[in-house]
């Protein structure tokens, strides 16, 4: 029996779907729109496809788009190189120090992108915190293709991380340790079981991944540029920065990208769905690790290295930049000042306001998209409802809109003449460009532990006497609620910090923390945006990790 | 913990009703500096009683809002930091004609029908005084040995005031000087604050065309920065107010281009280290009478802006 088409479902799959209209297809289909019609902004649609053929026959779009791909894909596997021994490291044997490696490789995923590049190149170039310590400088390195995909897989591996480290966890020893006593060797074991039935997690991670460094801004901004590496999203950004204004050319170069991340998907999905990943069949077992033995030292290096490379250096430069009473001054004992961070707690320019929107709107993010995420993750995985596939896309739309153009889109359509009620010019705004932004994290998280759980359990929940919506509620939720939950903390942790969104979309009067260290950094007061980002990063780290605490505590997350 | 969410929920959706609730007599768009807009509204909203909401972003972000929201606009005075916008908007016919009261001692040229400078900046060359490189005097000092790989160019493309700078020298010399740079070594590096904080740091020794208030402010807060302007010229960029055709509030959106022109106002500018639009207006720094400007037809240059900008890139590979 499944419990398919069981009552219970059609409510949640109304909910889903009701969210999933306001959060993403509205915002996309003005997007389409705009791409179609060029004077929609005036509330025109005259002219329709003009302006089109003339984008999309640009040579320079070949060019972006292969370079978009290249970038992708060298994040990727980057990503996946670092992340993947050290996950399954994480995951299969007892980590000298475990908590606190993986609070710092949950670091760099906390420094907003911008910050970090900003970081790098401070220390990096010419004159540069290195050289001032050590007497050389590595500028080459740093601005090619090669140095942005190091500074963003720095940014990005962490997901990879966590995501592998959990879903090898709960498959654990049993299954490879069943190939063992068959005759298999520990790592023909690791290759033809352990690795495979993590697939799900992995794929979702990497495909995250993918379609984060083909959306990201700030880095191939600051580094691509220079090396002559222009993607879709900085020529999206030249055109909806660069007067006159062409949105219809950026809003169709934001669909050439939404084609890629849903190729993708497409791709991942194929993955997953030609076998089962179904290893959470019963009560939950105890995990048993391994001792690390010979492999201490070089485990222990490898997590070092990294953890040095990727949260060390780019907080080193951040609090080093925030000390400076001057740039030009240098790390020099009389240049050490604390008046940045006194003027953050001070409240200058704002600064507390800003810290204050951001978090509320990172929580109310993470609730929302949690909540959609996880009712139509379950809509797409656990039942056949018909037009669960629509759903599945929606979910993972956004995920290749670069933030401009959901701004763009929020504003076309909700900014329409003769709307009874419209969040524009309020911070509800800013909410639907988070939820739109960030709702690929939480439903893809979900989507990944819903397909490692077993119809069975459910099942035996209804014959058991349970109505759909109390097996959900008492059975499944729990089951995907540690993934879920540090979904929605990364989403917090995003969302607290989205900068090109919040730059075009915020209502007037009301700052972020993003735009308010943007707009330090405009107005040249570095050492400003530098303490408030490494005030935020702390905060973005320590709340979620506190919240985790106390959801073990209550018992609703297992160790 | 559903309750607890609920609550959660509840809590930050008051919170952001709050937020949106401030109802605004006027909204006005800068691309000028936060610290400066926020003065001016406080200052203003303390003489008349009429609230300033404000949106503060580059002056491509604003246009960027503006465009999308053209169906349904919500701003009543633009201050752009590029006197091209002035123009095109007034073409477009979104301007509504005001002449200011206190606009009388802004000198011509910073002024029309439809548009007043609020302050001015310069271009110059911003140069890091302990970069152990000698101080320049000219543009074409940039060009020397002693600056091999030490100059950044803000990108013509992404700043407005750069590119009047490029297009204006270019004009002079038929990119010769452009030239000489890029075999020196200079590179176009970003926006302006992009091309500056490396040499405040003293990865690079100069900018060359750095928007000079930024600069003066650096020096101020003890940077060893300078700005020098080069004997032979430079370009000024004024920043234009408008006040839009479709405001419904134009008689507060007047009074508050007033203010703005007023003696407190002035000051204001000032005191962020632009040059007050009104010449008897004193400032802690050169004034345009203090400057030498190039003579160049701007209008003629922004009609070749895309072949410009595409010299430039040739010149300059990459971009």
């Given at each position: ?114 910050i970090?590049?900003l970081g790098?190149?401070m ?194 430069a951040i609090l080093g930049t925030a000390l400076s009473g001057t740039i030009s001054g240098g790390l020099?004992?009389?240049n050490l000042t604390l008046r940045h961070f006194a003027d953050v707690?001070?409240?200058s320019a704002?600064a ?165 260290i943007?707009?330090q950094f405009?107005q040249g007061s570095v050492g400003l945006g530098m303490a408030m980002a490494f005030v ?24 | ?196 904080n490396?040499?405040l740091q ?15 402010g650096n020096?101020?807060k003890g940077e ?96």
């Amino acid at each position: 029996m499944s419990a398919k088409d069981i009552g219970g479902v059609a409510p949640a799959a109304w909910l889903a779907l009701s969210g999933l209209v306001v959060v993403v297809a509205v915002p996309f289909a003005a997007i389409v729109l705009q791409a179609i019609f060029p004077e929609l902004g005036a509330g025109s649609f005259a002219r329709p496809f003009s302006l089109l053929s003339q984008t999309l026959g640009d040579v320079r779009l070949l060019r972006m788009t292969g370079n978009t791909v290249l970038l992708g894909l060298c994040v990727v596997i980057a990503s996946a190189l670092l992340a993947i021994p050290l996950g399954v490291a994480r995951a299969l044997y007892r980590i000298p120090l475990a908590p606190v490696w993986d609070v710092l490789l949950l670091v760099p995923f906390m420094i907003p992108p911008y910050i970090a590049t900003l970081g790098w190149i401070m220390t990096l170039q010419p004159r540069g915190y290195m050289e001032q310590l050590f007497g050389f400088n590595l500028t080459p390195v740093l601005f090619s293709l090669f140095g942005m995909t190091l500074v963003m897989t720095f940014n990005t591996f962490p997901v990879v991380y966590f995501a592998v480290s959990r879903t090898v966890e709960a498959i654990g020893l049993r299954y490879s340790d069943v190939g063992r006593v068959f005759g298999a060797t520990p790592a023909r074991a690791f290759w033809r079981i352990t690795l495979p039935l993590s697939a799900p997690g992995l794929a979702a991670s990497l495909l995250l991944v993918f379609a984060a460094a083909i959306e990201e801004y700030g880095t191939p901004a600051a580094l691509g540029r220079r090396a002559g590496f222009e993607v879709l999203v900085t020529g999206i950004d030249t055109r909806v920065g660069d007067w006159p204004i062409d949105l219809p050319g950026a809003a169709t170069l934001s669909l050439v990208l939404v084609i890629m991340s849903l190729a993708a998907f497409l791709l991942q999905r194929w993955i997953l769905t030609r076998r089962s990943y179904q290893t959470v069949g019963g009560k939950p077992q105890n995990a048993e690790k391994r001792e690390l033995g010979r492999l201490t030292i070089p485990v222990m290096l490898m997590f070092g290295i990294v953890a040095f490379l990727s949260t060390g250096v780019p907080m080193l430069a951040i609090l080093g930049t925030a000390l400076s009473g001057t740039i030009s001054g240098g790390l020099a004992f009389d240049n050490l000042t604390l008046r940045h961070f006194a003027d953050v707690f001070g409240n200058s320019a704002g600064a507390l306001g800003a810290l204050t929107n951001s978090l509320t709107l990172g929580l109310a993010t993470a609730v929302l998209t949690g909540l959609i995420g996880v009712v139509a993750a379950y809509v797409v995985v656990k039942t056949r409802i018909r037009g669960r596939a629509l759903i599945d896309i929606m979910t993972v739309l956004p995920n290749a809109l670069p933030g401009i153009v959901v701004a763009v889109g929020l504003i076309l359509a909700w900014n329409m003449p003769g709307l009874p009620f419209t969040p524009y010019n309020t911070g509800f705004i800013l909410l639907l460009a988070y939820c739109c932004i960030l709702l690929p994290q939480t439903a893809r998280y979900a989507t990944a532990a819903f397909l490692q759980i077993g119809d069975n359990l459910e099942a035996a929940a209804r014959v058991a006497g349970a109505s759909g919506a109390v097996a959900f509620r008492r059975i499944l939720l729990p089951l995907v609620f540690p993934s879920l939950a540090s979904a929605m903390l990364l989403v917090f942790a995003l969302a607290s910090r989205e900068l090109v969104a919040s730059i075009v979309v915020a209502p007037v009067g009301m700052q972020t923390i993003s735009t308010f260290i943007w707009r330090q950094f405009e107005q040249g007061s570095v050492g400003l945006g530098m303490a408030m980002a490494f005030v935020t990063i702390i905060l973005t780290t320590l709340l979620p990790l506190l919240f985790l605490m106390l959801l073990r505590r209550g018992g609703l997350v297992r160790e | 913990m559903l309750k607890s969410i609920k609550g959660l929920v509840f809590g930050a959706a008051s919170t952001l009703l709050l937020a949106g609730v401030a109802h605004a007599d006027i909204t006005v768009y800068t691309a000028g500096p936060q610290s400066l807009i926020d003065k001016l509204a406080e200052g203003f909203t303390a003489q008349s009683g009429i609230k300033v909401n404000v949106f503060q972003a580059t002056t491509g972000k604003i246009m960027a809002r503006i465009e999308a929201e053209a169906a349904n606009p919500a701003v009543d005075v633009l201050i752009s930091a590029s006197w091209e916008t002035a123009t095109d908007f007034a073409k477009r016919g979104w301007l509504v004609s005001y002449t200011s009261p206190n606009a009388e001692k802004v000198p011509d040229f910073l002024k029309n029908e439809t548009a007043v400078a609020q302050g001015v900046s310069a271009l110059g060359i911003a140069w890091n005084t302990k970069s152990g490189t000698p101080k320049p005097a000219e543009w074409s000092d940039l060009a020397k040995p002693e600056f091999k790989d030490l100059v950044n160019i803000p990108d013509p493309a992404q700043s407005g005031s750069s590119f009047e700078l490029t297009a204006a020298l270019a004009g002079q010399d038929d990119f010769a000087l452009f030239k000489s740079l890029k075999d020196n070594g200079a590179i176009i590096a970003g926006a302006n604050a992009e091309a500056l904080n490396p040499v405040l740091q003293g990865a690079k020794g100069a900018v060359f065309g750095a928007v000079d208030y930024i600069t003066f402010g650096n020096k101020a807060k003890g940077e060893s920065i300078d700005v020098v302007f080069p004997e032979s010229g430079t370009v000024i960029a004024p920043r234009p107010v408008m006040i839009l055709n479709w405001s419904k509030n134009q008689d507060e959106a007047k009074k508050f281009v007033d203010y703005m022109l007023s003696d407190e106002g002035q000051k204001l500018v000032a005191g962020t280290y632009l040059m007050p639009a009104r010449s008897d207006i004193p400032a802690d720094r050169p004034l345009i009478s203090d400057l030498k400007l190039i003579d160049y037809d701007a209008a003629a240059i922004q009609g070749k802006r895309k072949e410009i900008l595409q010299q430039i890139s040739d010149i300059f590979g990459a971009n």
